[in-house]
Every structure is written in C-alpha cells, then in structure tokens.
C-alpha cells in the first residue's frame, strides 16, 4: 500500500468517464487559511488521502492522520480501509484542532507502521477589512 496523495480540501467529486474509468475531482487545494474568527477558534479542515494497493497486496490497511503543533500531537484519526488489488482509494479525514494562536499544523499520514508523510497546514490573521 501507498500512499499516492495527501491534501487539504474545499470539494471532492468522483466522476465516471469512458469506460470503467473514475475521474476524482478536487477542489479547493489549499495549504492555508486566513482565520475565520477571532482567537481562539475551533478549525476543522478536510483532508483527502489517496491510496494505491499494488497488484499482488493484501488490499487491507489501516490510515492513521496525526496533527502536530510543533512536538504536541493535537489530533489522530485512525480508518481501516479494504481496497482491491490493482486500484486506488480515498480517505476523508477531518479533525477539530482548537487554535489559540496563528500558526502551522502538520498532518502526519501513514499506512499501517510505513514512514509517514507531512502535509502542512497554516492558519494566517484574518484579512483586514
């Protein structure tokens, strides 16, 4: 198992094309945001993991997403998933992180024990108006 993508997310749309093909339309890609009230704030991005299962794999893992604000851990989501040999999933993972400050989160993603991957996420000061 692999993990093939991780991102912060406004949208997700699967779509059929030709044939037995999908087509996973995401929108909204985003890596920060500018505070949508004052501090302190609960925030809940999405984040989508996509995940290839090679052709001879077990089709069986389990997604483990941990936050981290610099050495703390903030939050972890944990999914089993089932997919078939030879094809891809995804997984929406959303976790409510209270900010009390303006700053980076990092979303830590792996695939039963492998080496994670980070995906940061930063919320800014809000947009003076």
């Known amino acids: 198992m692999e993990i093939i993508a991780a991102l912060f997310i406004d949208e997700i749309d699967l779509r ?27 925030w809940a991005p999405h984040l989508v993991v996509i995940i290839r299962c090679p052709e001879h794999g077990s089709g069986q893992g389990v997604l483990e997403v941990t936050y981290h604000r610099g050495d703390e851990q903030i939050a972890r989501n944990v999914q089993p998933f089932d997919v078939e040999p030879g094809k891809f999933t995804y997984r929406l993972v959303r976790a409510e992180m209270d900010f009390v400050e303006y700053g980076t989160v990092e979303a830590r993603c792996r695939i039963n024990h492998d080496p994670p991957i980070t995906v940061p996420y930063t919320i800014l000061p809000p947009e003076a108006d």
């Open 16 to 42: 059929q094309v030709a044939g037995p093909a999908t087509r996973i339309d995401l929108s909204g890609v985003q890596f920060s945001a500018a505070a949508p009230a004052p501090l302190p704030f609960t």
